[in-house]
């Protein structure tokens, strides 16, 4: 989950396909470093200043060079915001733009970042919005930057509820956005989405304390970056009504996260979808079982199976428990895990389709939050 993947247009570099970046210096040698037009290229360097350790890169076209773009009286060629959108977006069929990360068969992202997105109003929107659909689909989180044209707290709040459709428990927004010396402009300051340095700083904190754990406070401080404005205590708590995170700066601690909840905070009752850490660790648990099942090919979906299953689910389980990530002072307290006669119908039994289903305490001893996976024997995860 630690794994963030950018979706923008850089300098250089292949179109269309996911590229691994483990440092900024490889990012620079293969798609060019700090390009002016792409606020993802900055993105990407605060993210590895704030901890990242891995990224896929997917380049987009620059719509203002395609024949997309407008052709101003001057002669000088403008993209419009529905044609950066469909650029970012690419083709669901083709597998481009964001759906080039259908593609990934390892080292799958749990983060996704789209800062051009943010720039170009509603059709930002549009943007987020499907890329909430294959969040969904590929169990990662949407880091969404605060919109160019929301800069103040009544302007953030008052897009927030313009766009209801957002509030979904995949994303994540942080206000307000910070700034950073812009190499290209002789280290004068300037204003950028959030997002990159935020998925660093969860890829860091991930490694260091646990998914589970909470990105907000003393202990999460952003690196390199300043805030871009204050905010009051009345704004803050109005924000995270809305489900917006706070950034912070502390005397004497430094630019922090102030705020964990996911967009989904106002309509959401479950804990495990207003709150970051939560959401996340149930998306990693589910990817870990999808991942490291092992699949027996030649089995038998029988009792023996299910035992194996359960044989290997249970100290998984029992290890994230003894780590803290789990509530209750026993075992039993803390977690189950179920796969027999009970989780099975007799079409799942007649189809070969095993199901097993767990329950993992987050807040409170005893108080399971259920999840569920279901394999088909010899083939891959549902």
């Known amino acids: 989950m630690d794994i963030a993947a950018f979706v923008d247009v850089f300098a250089q570099g292949p179109l269309h396909e996911p590229v691994p970046v483990q440092s900024w210096q490889e990012f620079q040698m293969l798609f060019g470093g700090f390009e002016a037009t792409s606020e993802a290229s900055y993105g990407v360097y605060l993210f590895f200043e704030n901890g990242g350790e891995f990224a896929w890169i997917v380049r987009v076209e620059d719509a203002s060079k395609t024949g997309l773009a ?6 000088e060629r403008q993209a419009s915001p529905s044609s950066i959108a469909r650029c970012l977006l690419g083709s669901a069929s083709g597998n481009t733009g964001i759906y080039a990360l259908r593609t990934l068969r390892r080292k799958k992202p749990g983060l996704l970042v789209i800062p051009q997105a943010a720039e170009i109003g509603s059709e930002g929107v549009k943007v987020y919005r499907e890329a909430l659909t294959l969040c969904r689909e590929l169990g990662m989180m949407l880091l969404v930057d605060p919109p160019l044209m929301a800069d103040s707290p009544a302007e953030m709040r008052a897009w927030l509820n313009e766009n209801p459709d957002l509030a979904q428990p995949e994303a994540v927004l942080y206000y307000p956005r910070v700034l950073f010396p812009d190499a290209l402009q002789h280290g004068r300051n300037r204003s950028f989405g959030p997002s990159g ?50 950034i912070r700066d502390f005397p004497g601690h430094g630019v922090v996260l102030w705020g964990a909840r996911t967009l989904a905070t106002k309509q959401a009752p479950e804990p495990e979808r207003r709150y970051v850490s939560l959401r996340r660790f149930m998306l990693a648990i589910e990817r870990s079982l999808q991942t490291d099942l092992p699949l ?52 799942d039994l007649a189809e070969g389709r095993l199901v097993l289903q767990y329950g993992v305490a987050l807040v409170r001893s005893g108080e399971f939050t259920l999840g569920r996976v279901a394999l088909q024997v010899g083939s891959e995860a549902e």
């Open 70 to 75: 407008l052709v101003s009286s001057s002669g």
């Open 197 to 246: 340095c935020v998925a660093g700083l969860y890829s860091w904190l991930d490694q260091e304390r646990g998914v589970w754990q909470s990105p907000s406070g003393l202990h999460a401080p952003l690196e390199a970056v300043m805030v871009g404005r204050d905010l009051g205590p009345e704004d803050q708590s109005s924000l995270a009504l809305l489900g917006a995170n706070a």
């Open 296 to 347: 027996v090919l030649d089995a038998t979906n029988d009792e023996a199976l299910w035992a194996k299953v359960r044989g290997l689910v249970e100290p998984f389980f029992e290890g994230l428990w003894r780590r803290g990530a789990f509530q209750g002072e026993k075992a039993e307290d803390a977690f189950f895990v179920r796969c027999d006669r009970t989780t099975m119908t007799e079409t």
